[in-house]
């Protein structure tokens, strides 16, 4: 089954999957080398190169040979629905059908292609519910959730409490040292959406859609 892209355009599997595979890459907000997608996808850099041709042609990509890949807003929309669908599914493969993490993230793989926005939206209020009608009698609903890394001002500290996001990204950013505890500081946001912080001393660019899985305590 297809998805159908803002400007109702039909995506295959393979387009939704480069998307995917390009933002997962682009953690630091730099183009992501045709070389490197290439391997992640296991396939020729040859392949690799016409297809992000013909993902620019759609409007999807911004590409320069000798550069890389990035993605555009379109294209980064489609690549984050596609995979909020994989972490609803993951979710609910784990949560409702107790399967073990690892395999409930590869079921959730296939069925991310086959997922439409109102299936999703059903799947996310299903999920919301369980979680509400788990909580006993009396209990007060689930706390507000804690602002995103890109809501700190320029300067302004925050401690991150959780990391939202998929198994690739969170290494990445645990390769980095942003943990649950970790302090960090908004140095600036590039024109492009790109955060420049500080962790541990030093800095770190990190690309948009990490900035918004990132969450923090603001610090006075």
């Not at 041709?53 to 984050?80: C, F, I, S």
């Not at 030093?202 to 690309?207: G, H, I, S, T």
């Amino acid at each position: 089954m297809a998805h159908l892209n803002p400007g109702s355009v039909v995506l295959s599997e393979n387009i939704e999957m480069y998307l995917v595979r390009v933002a997962q890459l682009r953690l630091d907000g730099n183009p992501v080398p045709i070389s490197q997608l290439a391997q992640e996808l296991a396939i020729t850099s040859v392949s690799a190169h016409e297809m992000c041709r013909k993902l620019m042609e759609k409007g999807l990509v911004d590409y320069e040979p000798y550069k890389g890949v990035t993605l555009t807003a379109e294209g980064n929309a489609l690549a984050q629905r596609v995979l909020r669908s994989r972490r609803l599914w993951t979710t609910f493969f784990t949560n409702a059908l107790d399967f073990p993490a690892q395999v409930a993230d590869e079921i959730a793989c296939r069925f991310e292609h086959v997922t439409t926005d109102e299936l999703a939206g059903r799947l996310a209020n299903y999920l919301a519910s369980e979680t509400d009608s788990s909580l006993p009698t009396g209990e007060p609903a689930p706390a507000e959730q804690p602002p995103c890394l890109t809501e700190l001002s320029p300067g302004q500290w925050g401690t991150v409490v959780a990391v939202d996001t998929d198994s690739v990204a969170t290494a990445f950013l645990r390769q980095q040292g942003v943990l649950p505890g970790t302090p960090v500081v908004l140095l600036a946001t590039a024109s492009s959406g790109t955060l420049l912080v500080e962790v541990h001393g030093q800095p770190l660019a990190l690309a948009p859609v990490l900035g918004q899985a990132i969450k923090v305590t603001k610090e006075p």
